[in-house]
């Protein structure tokens, strides 16, 4: 039993489109993280969210604490936007649990 | 400012052999973390480190250890490598542990042969 879920596993769009990737989780969490890991290994702390949204530049991240759900957009999609997407929850007891990403590749 | 440094970048070592992997965090920066990363399990969370003491360990075998410097340097340590260990190791280190936004470094390949 995964405590996230990650969907789609994968993910093209063309260059401009509007993207969504889902996040559910089954524990009690103190935060959420979205990563973004692009070809090599390198991560980047794209969000980490208790409530409500956040917005950074095209990257718009939500949370519902009641349903146990999490939504990464990206408005206006590029190729360079094109790398794994991973959610990332935080116990309590600041454990790390982690999905196991969505692949994105936009295409121009 | 530099980044978060590990070493080597690269490893190739021998099933039942020992292997140490470093990790320089951002100056400044008192908890390290680590994880483990493979095509099938995808992220997995080692442990934390914050002032030299262990915080927090996931679910590991005990062949899986580190430790933190003063400096906040730190080292990871798999012993009696099995080749399930292959994987990409990544650490991280954050001013003041996992509830604020965290730095990563590149990661140190792992091939167990």
């Known amino acids: 039993k995964n405590e996230v879920e990650q969907s789609p596993q994968n993910l093209t769009a063309q260059e401009g489109e509007f993207i969504t990737i889902n996040c559910s989780y089954s524990v009690g969490i103190s935060a959420l993280h979205w990563l973004q890991q692009h070809p090599g290994g390198g991560i980047v702390s794209l969000f980490m969210l208790s409530s409500g949204k956040k917005k950074h530049g095209r990257l718009i991240a939500t949370i519902n604490i009641q349903e146990k759900h999490s939504s990464l957009h990206i408005t206006a999609s590029h190729p360079r936007d094109s790398a794994v997407y991973i959610c990332?929850?935080?116990?309590?007891?600041?454990?790390?649990?982690f999905g196991t990403g969505t692949r994105l590749t936009v295409i121009p | 400012k530099a980044g978060v440094t590990q070493t080597p970048r690269y490893l190739i070592k021998t099933r039942g052999q020992q292997v140490t992997l470093s990790c320089s965090p951002i100056?400044?920066?008192?908890?390290v973390s680590w994880y483990q990363q493979t095509p099938g399990q995808g992220l997995q969370f080692l442990f934390e480190y914050f002032s030299e003491t262990q915080r927090n360990k996931g679910n590991f075998p005990g062949r899986f250890s580190g430790r933190q410097f003063s400096n906040s340097r730190s080292e990871m340590n798999v012993s009696t490598l099995e080749l399930g260990d292959s994987a990409l190791y990544l650490c991280?280190?954050?001013?003041?542990?996992?509830?604020?936004?965290?730095?990563f470094g590149s990661g140190t390949r792992l091939t167990v042969v």
């Open positions: 990332a929850v935080q116990t309590g007891a600041n454990n790390l649990f």
């Open positions: 100056s400044g920066h008192r908890s």
């Open positions: 991280a280190s954050s001013p003041e542990g996992a509830l604020y936004g965290y730095t």
